[in-house]
Nanobody, 122 residues
Framework: QVQVVESGGGLVQPGGSLRLSCAAS????????ISWYRQTPGKQREFVAH???????YYADSVKGRFTISRDNANNTGYLQMNSLKPEDTAVYYC????????????????WGQGTQVTVSS
């Protein structure tokens, strides 16, 4: 079993910064892509950024130049550094990991965390 837990959300003023973490734990053999998505009430979950195992990073246009995704392969952890935050960044942020477990190495599983709330408001 593998668990995915996000942390680091909170309330921040416009222009401020937050750093989200995504920790995967359990019987992990390999983690492929780590992605961040966000969702606001009544809307579909939207892509924010993802990073491959070799650290190729991709961003939604709405966050380019403000957010930076990174990962620590040794500790099975991903990060999302969010700078110059805007009220429209307010959402629940979810981490998604593509993982192979030690017991099922031939299968790549798509796992989600429970989400962390980010609120940008003065």
């Amino acid at each position: 079993q593998v668990q995915v837990v996000e942390s680091g959300g909170g309330l921040v003023q416009p222009g401020g910064s937050l750093r989200l973490s995504c920790a995967a734990s359990g019987s992990i053999f390999n983690i492929h892509t780590i992605s961040w998505y966000r969702q606001t009430p009544g809307k579909q979950r939207e892509f924010v950024a993802h990073i491959t195992r070799i650290h190729d990073a991709y961003y939604a246009d709405s966050v380019k130049g403000r957010f930076t995704i990174s990962r620590d392969n040794a500790n099975n952890t991903g990060y999302l550094q969010m700078n110059s935050l805007k009220p429209e960044d307010t959402a629940v942020y979810y981490c998604n990991v593509e993982v192979q477990t030690k017991t099922e190495r031939g299968r790549v599983q798509d796992l989600w965390g429970q989400g962390t709330q980010v609120t940008v408001s003065s």
